[in-house]
Structures are given as C-alpha cells and as structure tokens.
C-alpha cells in the first residue's frame, strides 16, 4: 500500500506558480515560499510581465501577485486576465490596508484570497492551500 501511494505521488505533475512582485528580495522570498511548497515557480517583476506570462507560459495551478507594481498594478492585470477568462486562484498581497484593494480583490471573484504583508511563510502556504483547495475565498490573513 505504501508503495502505491509512493508512485501516485511521483506520477503526479509539479504545481505551476506564478509569482509577481517588483522588489526583487520580496518577490525572492516568495518564490523561495513557493518552491518549498512544491511548486515550480515562474517570476514577473510588472503587471505587463505578469499578463504576459499568463499568456504565454500557461497554465498555471495559481498566481501570487503583489498589488502595486510599475505599468499595471497586480490587480489590474488580474481583472483582465479574469475577463478574458482566466480562472486561475490567485492570492493577492498588499502592504495597503485601503478598503478599495480589499474591494478590488474581491471582484476577482471566489478563486481569490488577499494576503495581507507582512505575512509570514506559514500563512502564505496557508493561502496556497486555500485557494487549491477550495478555489479561495477571502480568508481573513491580517497578521496579528
């Protein structure tokens, strides 16, 4: 039985992450995160790069973005990634505590959860799950 459950898990494909975020010792932190989770980590340091990644290098299991960036926010990048069709779970992470962000993020709809920085390495796993678990929601991940 053991054995069994030793090659599903082998025979099972690598999570695809995309990670956004323009501070580079940030966005090398999370993709660090990301990777300890399992996951096999693609970066954009812009909104633009993130659009064009989505576009060219997927699909993708889930994406962490950062909200500001140069040329497109995080946000912005991910609504019109959501109206062309786009239901990839996202986390979305932010410094910013403005209830438009919040907003914001919410309309991105149920595959979504805001993550609130500073976050430390257990909750943004904790996030991960969430959304491949449950498609998201927006979990309550203020840091105490």
């Known amino acids: 039985m053991a054995h069994a459950l030793q090659r599903d898990v082998r025979m099972r494909p690598k999570l695809r992450a995309l990670i956004a975020e323009d501070d580079v010792d940030t966005l090398q932190l999370v993709a660090e995160a990301?990777?300890?989770f399992g996951a096999e980590v693609t970066c954009a340091e812009t909104g633009d790069q993130l659009i064009e990644r989505l576009?060219?290098?997927k699909p993708f299991d889930f994406v962490v973005t950062d909200v500001l960036m140069p040329w497109m926010t995080g946000l912005q990048a991910l609504h019109a990634a959501r109206a062309a069709g786009l239901?990839?779970?996202?986390i979305v992470m932010t410094a910013l505590r403005d209830p438009e962000v919040a907003a914001q993020a919410e309309r991105l709809g149920s595959r979504a959860v805001l993550l609130y920085k500073p976050f430390d390495l257990d909750q943004l796993h904790a996030a991960i799950r969430d959304v491949l678990d449950h498609g998201g929601g927006h979990a309550d991940l203020t840091p105490a």
């Open 34 to 36: 990301v990777d300890q």
């Open 55 to 57: 576009a060219e290098d």
């Open 87 to 90: 239901a990839t779970p996202v």
